[in-house]
């Protein structure tokens, strides 16, 4: 009731669309009436008692030679071979996973072997004609009820692994939700999906970009990184509100969160402001939100300053479902000549956060797993761990009681909680310890410490006020280059746009750029857009890109551009969230591997010398530096036994 109340707060009375459910038992009108099938396996149950049937699907088990269960998307049903009725079943076995077409009538099992937890185990279809449609030949890497498959067989066989019930679960979910999504912007609320080309001329800043040759010489299209050139084209063009679920494109191998290629709902619209863009998505989400998750989550969703989610959790994208918020102990260790090595350096800070019973669950070993990963990712920052007693009092320490009761007292930390201290310089100190703090959540969690709630399953965040730009530092040379915080074209809020003409004020300047996060992950990203040609000018200028890279861009701002603004939700991240996977490539049908390499069709793969001549391309670099990706597929196909 609360996702129907949801849905009719956002669809007005003369649009709203009646959605019919899925109705169990066998269905005389339907599409599955057709020569082959005339039903679904999971949909068979107690109505279809008498009737007879046409079921295909894949052979999931056998038993006592009277007994096989057939499978397709919906479920499973069994299949009893009675021997008074004559039918035969194949002369050669028949193996697992074989496609099988089955005729026969629905009866009743026998009490004594009904199911309650299935939908079809209170029946079962007494076969009249059996067919091999497809027989398997040899065996198979793995069959679908196999649940210790590593990832590697499953992307070289993926074929297989979308036999599985989660894969299938996940590919659907998915669908269904790209499809609310599209009912909510085109039928309720009048966006047009407009398609936006691949092939496009490369893009200054950013991501690397995929290069794809061309037959004039010299010259390379990019696959796009994102709709968002052409989408602001369209708002100059009065298209006014436009959406697509679009493939973009971008070179960054070895990160297991990111595919060289990815989906996501791209929007943009005129004459709008952040707090509409946002009041949109938290309809969008409530709209498409799936009924098997519960009811959607409330709105409005919390907002939360970039600087506050710096200080207080170490990152821009903060899991707010459990707390381990940052105190800042700077001033308190200065006083008390705490870590004064460090200190002396104005710039340093030191920041905590208490770990409810971590005295107990984040010994040493966990304690110098975190050292070592920290060292690695931010040199320079030192962490230290102190942990308090089952007495309340800070063990092995040769602080002073007035100091320890002084530090108990500034963290809040009682008795078997661990105290995380960071001292490092800056933004390097905070991200270090937010990293940390996901670390011993994880840890605790694993102890059996209820540290994410079970009543905050899903967490949505809007993080906005980001600064518009980001400065990085020659060490050599002490010079200053700036670079867009999200990019080139958000526009500056419009207290802070005078700020654009103080170069040494740069840094204060916020942007009108909001990102949306669910549990610690960003699944949306989006800002309003710089709509005059003249002040994007000065921001490439500041930024040092070359303005003709953007010509036509900057051209079109300047024939009467309306003040626009959008956002794109990544749609891979937010299935995988909603489905429960660890990893995105569970949701994507045909995902690569962190290197970028597609396992079961060996890709990339090297290409003839004509083909490379034709397009005027030579391969100059040693070719053993070029085999290093081919070794990854060679060693996946050596596991599997390829």
């Known amino acids: 009731m609360a996702l129907l109340r949801a849905f009719t707060s956002i669809v007005p009375n003369s649009a709203r669309i009646i959605t019919p459910e899925i109705t169990f038992g066998c269905r005389r009108s339907s599409t599955y009436t057709e020569n082959l099938r005339s039903e679904l396996c999971g949909r068979i149950g107690a109505t279809c008692v008498g009737n007879e049937v046409s079921l295909c699907g894949w052979l999931h088990k056998k038993r006592l030679d009277k007994f096989w269960v057939l499978r397709d998307w919906t479920g499973t049903v069994q299949v009893f071979f009675d021997d008074a009725s004559g039918v035969k079943l ?339 100190c905070l991200k270090a310890l937010g990293r940390v703090r996901l670390e011993t959540a994880d840890q605790l969690q694993a102890n059996g410490q209820e540290v994410r709630a079970k009543d905050k399953k899903f967490e949505f965040l809007w993080v906005v006020d980001f600064p518009l730009f980001e400065a990085t530092t020659d060490p050599t040379t002490g010079t200053t280059t700036w670079s867009s915080a999200h990019h080139p074209f958000t526009a500056p809020m419009p207290e802070d746009a005078a700020l654009l003409n103080q170069p040494d004020r740069l840094s204060e300047i916020r942007g009108q750029h909001y990102d949306l996060v669910l549990n610690g992950s960003e699944v949306g990203g989006g800002s309003i857009r710089v709509h005059s040609g003249e002040m994007q000018r000065h921001i490439l200028s500041l930024l040092k890109i070359d303005p003709t890279e953007l010509n036509h861009l900057l051209t079109a701002l300047d024939s009467g551009c309306p003040p626009h603004g959008g956002i794109a939700l990544g749609l891979d991240r937010l299935v995988s969230i909603y489905a429960g996977t660890t990893s995105i490539r569970d949701v994507i049908a045909f995902p690569k591997t962190t290197s970028g390499n597609d396992l079961m069709g060996s890709a990339p793969c090297r290409v003839p010398k004509d083909q490379l001549d034709f397009y005027n391309i030579a391969c100059t670099r040693n070719p053993s530096a070029v085999d290093a990706r081919d070794d990854v597929i060679v060693e996946a196909k050596r596991s599997v036994g390829v």
Request: aromatic residues 10%; glycine residues 6%.
């Open 90 to 428: 194949p002369a050669e076995a028949v193996p697992h996973e074989s496609v099988i077409r089955v005729r026969g009538v629905v009866r009743p099992r026998p009490l004594d072997q009904q199911r309650s937890d299935s939908h079809t185990g209170v029946v079962e279809v007494h076969a009249t004609n059996v067919e091999v449609l497809n027989a398997v030949k040899g065996s198979l890497p793995f069959s679908p009820l196999d649940r210790k498959v590593s990832e590697p067989v499953r992307l070289f066989h993926r074929y297989l692994d979308f036999r599985t019930t989660s894969m299938q679960a996940n590919l659907r979910l998915r669908s269904t939700l790209m499809m609310k999504m599209r009912q909510f912007l085109h039928d309720h609320n009048e966006f047009v999906d407009v398609e936006t080309p691949y092939l496009f001329r490369r893009t200054p800043g950013g991501a690397r970009e995929f290069l794809v040759p061309s037959q004039q010489y010299g010259k390379f299209y990019s696959l796009t990184q994102s709709p968002q050139q052409f989408k602001q084209l369209l708002m100059v063009g009065g298209i006014d509100r436009y959406f697509q679920i679009a493939r973009c494109f971008r070179d960054e191998t070895n990160n297991p969160e990111k595919q060289p290629e990815f989906t996501q709902l791209d929007m943009e619209m005129s004459f709008i402001d952040m707090d509409s863009i946002m009041r949109l998505i938290e309809n969008l989400v409530a709209f498409s939100w799936p009924v098997q998750l519960g009811d959607p989550p409330a709105q409005p969703f919390p907002r939360m300053t970039y600087q506050d989610a710096m200080n207080f959790y170490g990152t821009d994208k903060p899991d707010t479902r459990f707390e381990l918020k940052f105190r800042d102990l700077t001033a308190f260790s200065r006083t008390n000549g705490l870590f004064s090595a460090l200190l002396e350096d104005p710039a340093t800070t030191a920041r905590a956060f208490v770990a409810p019973q971590g005295g107990q669950f984040c010994r040493s070993k966990f304690q110098k797993l975190m050292q070592v990963l920290i060292q690695q990712e931010h040199p320079g920052v030192a962490l230290a761990f102190i942990r308090v007693d089952e007495s309340g009092k800070i063990a092995a320490t040769k602080l002073t009681a007035e100091v320890q009761a002084g530090l108990l007292e500034a963290t809040g930390a009682s008795a078997n909680d661990l105290v995380v201290i960071c001292v490092g310089k800056g933004e390097a």
